[in-house]
């Protein structure tokens, strides 16, 4: 499969439910709108996540993930793009399955809005360790 074709059928999607009546947890083209928010707002969280990481390490932090501390600090621009492209293609993996259940039991539409909760709670911990850190 070409790019040319991912392109065409991003742009034109044409699956929107399974291809039989039993297929109830099929991979679509057409996912519900309500993915959407928790999608940017996940994105969004990453790119916060990845301003406070390097604000925190001005004040003597340690990145603790070791393929971000890899780019950290000589390169924050590789920092940045890697972060976001990680966060991204997993994202969109989620997305793609989000009709698929984990283990047979956990919907793929939650584990998207735990990771949402999960990027809460971490912007929420760095934000008062920088509170912490600041004189």
Same mark, same amino acid.
């Given at each position: 499969?070409?790019?040319? =074709?991912?392109?065409?059928?991003? +742009? ?12 109830? +947890? ?18 969004? @969280? ?18 603790? &993930?070791?393929?971000? =501390?890899?780019? @950290?600090?000589? &390169? ?51 934000? +008062? @360790?920088?509170?912490?850190? =600041?004189?």
């Amino acid at each position: 499969m070409t790019l040319a =074709a991912y392109w065409h059928g991003a +742009r034109y999607p044409r699956r929107r439910a399974g291809r039989r009546a039993t297929d109830h +947890r099929a991979v679509v083209d057409w996912h519900s709108p309500r993915l959407l928010i928790p999608a940017f707002a996940i994105l969004g @969280l990453c790119v916060l996540d990845a301003v406070l990481t390097v604000m925190l390490m001005k004040h003597g932090a340690v990145e603790l &993930n070791p393929v971000m =501390a890899w780019f @950290l600090p000589q &390169n924050l621009m590789g920092f940045a793009l890697s972060k976001l492209a990680l966060t991204g293609g997993g994202l969109c993996v989620l997305v793609a399955c989000s009709r698929m259940r984990l283990f047979r039991k956990i919907p793929g539409e939650v584990v998207i809005y735990a990771v949402l909760v999960v990027y809460v709670w971490l912007i929420s911990y760095e934000l +008062r @360790l920088l509170e912490l850190a =600041a004189p």
